[in-house]
């Protein structure tokens, strides 16, 4: 059975790093590109980027080239989403999803909900 | 980029009644990649819909896709208590993006 399992909620201050997980099971990992979408408070979905984790290639939405990092680690079977500075909007529910061949995203972990206040 | 616009952003609509859901694209959309997608309060999304009409593992047959080009639809011929919800279209053209949803709510 396909599993994607998040890492847990966060609260940060703005100007803090933060890297979050989800970790994979159930199927080879470093054989599928896995994703990062983001949904803000109470609006639709956005897609981040995507990595495959037998190279390490990466993609990444114009909206989002720059302000975040994609990485995985396939000795872990783990894909992580992380900020080097975070702002009070990149406040939002973050899920990762599995991406099939044909580029939908047939599995998603049950999301990480990022907080940033000061 | 392809930009996906999705018609209504709202439906208000009672159980047993059949729901059409409209996802125009901005260009093409290559050999049918666009997907749909439920979502819930409080849930991740669920996928519906791949390869613009068919159903993924589980999906009943009530929820039915078309389309092609730049025009796609998303039905739900009977509503049951449990369809309402958020409905996503999704797209991979040379990147992937997600339409803006359309809610479809218990009249």
């Known amino acids: 059975e396909v599993q994607l399992v998040q890492s847990g909620a966060e609260v940060k201050k703005p100007g803090e790093s933060l890297k979050i997980s989800c970790k994979a099971s159930?199927?080879?990992?470093?054989?599928?590109?896995i994703g990062w979408v983001r949904q803000m408070p109470g609006k639709g979905l956005e897609w981040m980027g995507i990595i495959y984790p037998g190279d390490s290639d990466s993609r990444y939405s114009p909206s989002f080239q720059g302000q975040v990092t994609i990485s995985a680690d396939k000795s872990i079977s783990t894909a992580y989403l992380q900020w080097s500075s975070l702002k009070a909007s990149d406040t939002a529910m973050y899920y990762c999803?599995?991406?099939?061949?044909?580029?939908?995203?047939?599995?998603w972990g049950q999301g990480t909900l990022v907080t940033v206040s000061s | 980029e392809i930009v996906l616009t999705q018609s209504p952003g709202t439906l208000s609509l009672s159980p047993g009644e059949r729901a059409t859901l409209s996802c125009r694209a901005s260009q093409s959309v290559s050999s049918g990649y666009l997907a749909w997608y439920q979502q819930k309060p409080g849930q991740a999304p669920r996928l519906l819909i791949y390869?613009?009409?068919s159903r993924a593992t589980g999906i009943p047959d009530r929820f039915s896709g078309i389309g092609s080009g730049t025009d796609f639809t998303l039905t739900i011929s009977r509503l049951e208590p449990e369809d309402f919800a958020v409905y996503y279209c999704q797209q991979y053209g040379s990147l992937l993006t997600f339409g803006g949803g359309t809610k479809v709510e218990i009249k």
């Open positions: 999803a599995r991406v099939s061949d044909q580029y939908y995203f047939d599995y």
């Open positions: 159930g199927y080879v990992f470093a054989s599928y590109w």
């Open positions: 390869g613009a009409s």
